[in-house]
């Protein structure tokens, strides 16, 4: 942008080369609401230009924190009422490779109060399990289908490590593909139980909870 038109680019109705007629070209008032947004919020916006070049804004602003104790404490509390209370600050280890599926499972597992350790693929998770200190782990949630290591072969590896832990954590399928062979294939491999995809969130809350007051 020119010096000329950095100095009212805030402006509302203001562009730079207005002469021109392209039907796409916008209203001029996006940078004047966001120094709106921005002057209400106490904070400030800069911007460092040159014609063919490029742009660069800064944004300032403070805003009060909040401590971990009290995040936690609210969440206790908001969640008191819970029906799975015994999920509550366990340790889980989700091997998903899928970036969606991970997203969306650790969201769910979040709101019980679950802590997520996220594996991409079996190898990685295998090395997160045998990293971990002995009983870390309330439970493994392992997809079927993941690149580098699928989730039976991760689950066979698991088992044998030389670990009293790796014998008895609960590995839970996540597949969906839920016929009779591949429920049976996964339990061969070691693990304890299975959950369709889609996920439905009721239904893996109810498992984990079984799986994990099984080992209590």
Same mark, same amino acid.
């Given at each position: ?29 996006? !940078? ?43 969440? !206790? ?37 679950? !802590? ?101």
């Amino acid at each position: 942008m020119s010096e000329e038109f950095q100095k009212v680019l805030f402006d509302p109705f203001t562009q730079e080369n207005r002469n021109d007629i392209s039907e796409k070209r916008g209203t001029g008032l996006g !940078l004047a609401i966001v120094k709106k947004m921005t002057d209400l919020m106490n904070g400030t916006i800069t911007v460092k230009s040159e014609l063919g070049k490029g742009t660069c804004f800064t944004f300032r602003a403070e805003f009060e924190a909040v401590s971990t104790a009290k995040l936690k404490e609210d969440f !206790l509390l908001k969640h008191d009422d819970d029906d799975y209370r015994v999920l509550r600050g366990k340790h889980v280890l989700l091997c998903e490779d899928h970036p969606l599926n991970q997203e969306i499972t650790k969201a769910l597992l979040d709101e019980k109060g679950m !802590l997520v350790t996220v594996a991409e693929d079996g190898k990685i998770g295998i090395e997160r399990f045998r990293g971990a200190p002995e009983n870390f782990y309330s439970a493994v949630l392992m997809d079927i289908r993941m690149p580098v290591l699928d989730g039976i072969e991760t689950t066979r590896q698991i088992r044998k490590i030389p670990r009293k832990d790796a014998k008895t954590v609960p590995i839970i399928a996540m597949t969906a593909d839920a016929f009779a062979e591949d429920i049976s294939r996964a339990k061969s491999a070691g693990m304890n139980d299975y959950i369709t995809k889609p996920v439905e969130p009721d239904a893996l809350f109810r498992i984990l909870e079984k799986q994990i007051r099984s080992m209590e």
